[in-house]
């Protein structure tokens, strides 16, 4: 009991110090997720819009695909980009591993089909009547696209939240592509598991 009154005490003397490393490292892990959520983002929300709209051949299996793929274990991702950027790997003359835009690159991987699964329930949850009423009324495509996401504004926010939620809190896909350089590419929860093992509990 002492032990977590101490490791308390140290914490808030800690914390009240506004340490710069800290920040740095909060502050990257913002920036890391938030950017794999709009880059994620531009790829997911038009895809799920297609396949809410329109009927075609293998569009169950696609589905089917994506949903199966939110099963995929997150560090399986890490690996996948890890081989495709090392140094011998088909994208290792680019020298993107161990930087913040791996992380970005791994994470964009992890919230594609996240967004892309709940984006799409969300479209489909748009009442048929609204879209029949929309199309009788003679509105365009882009303008029964723009009533589509105004009806589903809020599942759609609820579907990047979750998103930026799920690739932030993520360690070992992280510590994988990125290393967990200290002053480079340390975020948050590699931060935290390094600070943890070290003993120092009060600075993770």
């Known amino acids: 009991m002492t032990y977590l009154i101490e490791s308390i005490h140290r914490l808030i003397e800690f914390t009240s110090s506004f ?34 709209l329109k ?16 099963m995929i274990p997150a ?6 980009v890890y081989l495709l950027l090392a140094r011998r790997g088909p994208l290792g003359a680019i020298g993107l ?11 964009t991987l992890l919230a594609i089909p996240i967004i892309t699964s709940l984006s799409l329930a969300a479209l489909q949850s748009v009442k048929r009547s609204v879209r029949e009423t929309a199309v009788t009324l003679g509105v365009n495509l882009p303008q029964l696209i723009m009533t589509m996401f105004k009806e589903a504004r809020y599942p759609l926010m609820a579907a990047l939240i979750m998103a930026f939620a799920r690739v932030i809190g993520e360690t070992g896909m ?29 600075l993770a």
């Open 19 to 52: 340490d710069k490393e800290v920040l740095d490292i909060v502050l990257l892990s913002f920036r890391v997720s938030l950017s794999a959520v709009f880059f994620s983002s531009l790829i997911s929300l038009p895809f799920s819009l297609l396949l809410a």
């Open 55 to 70: 009927e075609f051949p293998g569009r169950r299996v696609i589905i089917s695909i994506v949903n199966s793929l939110l």
């Open 75 to 80: 560090v399986a991702i890490g690996l996948i």
């Open 97 to 107: 591993l161990y930087t913040p835009w791996a992380m970005v690159v791994a994470q």
């Open 174 to 202: 992280t510590m994988v592509v990125g290393g967990n350089i200290r002053g480079s590419t340390r975020v948050m929860t590699t931060a935290i598991a390094l600070e943890t093992m070290k003993g120092s509990f009060e």
